[in-house]
Nanobody, 122 residues
Framework: QVHLVESGGGLVQAGGSLRVSCVAS????????MGWFRQAPGKARELVAV????????YTAQSVKGRFTISRDNAKNTVSIQMNSLGREEAAVYYC???????????????WGRGTQVTVSS
């Protein structure tokens, strides 16, 4: 079982940028699809982006296209998401996941990190 730990969350002004990262331990994630979910207060958890083991992005939520970029470094067993032009409504806990289900009606993944808080101020 892989263990995922997120980092890089914090406070950012609206319109600003933030990069959140996740390091995996326990096994290599080089062949795993990895993804980021987020959950804002009072809202359902939503899938933000997914990247294949080879590095190709397989999914990006429409709401973040052109602003968020998911990437990975298999040599370091890490996956990151660069978030630009953040809006206040995007304040949420961001979760790193292994093998996220893209087409499911409920947020699913084989493994979840504990999440990192992103706060967006006006």
């Amino acid at each position: 079982q892989v263990h995922l730990v997120e980092s890089g969350g914090g406070l950012v002004q609206a319109g600003g940028s933030l990069r959140v990262s996740c390091v995996a331990s326990g096994r290599t994630i080089s062949r795993s699809s990895m993804g980021w979910f987020r959950q804002a207060p009072g809202k359902a958890r939503e899938l933000v982006a997914v990247v294949r083991g080879g590095g190709a992005t397989t999914y990006t939520a429409q709401s973040v296209k052109g602003r968020f970029t998911i990437s990975r470094d298999n040599a370091k067993n890490t996956v990151s998401i660069q978030m630009n032009s953040l809006g206040r409504e995007e304040a949420a806990v961001y979760y790193c996941t292994a093998e996220p289900v893209v087409s499911g009606s409920l947020p699913e993944a084989d493994c979840w990190g504990r999440g990192t808080q992103v706060t967006v101020s006006s």
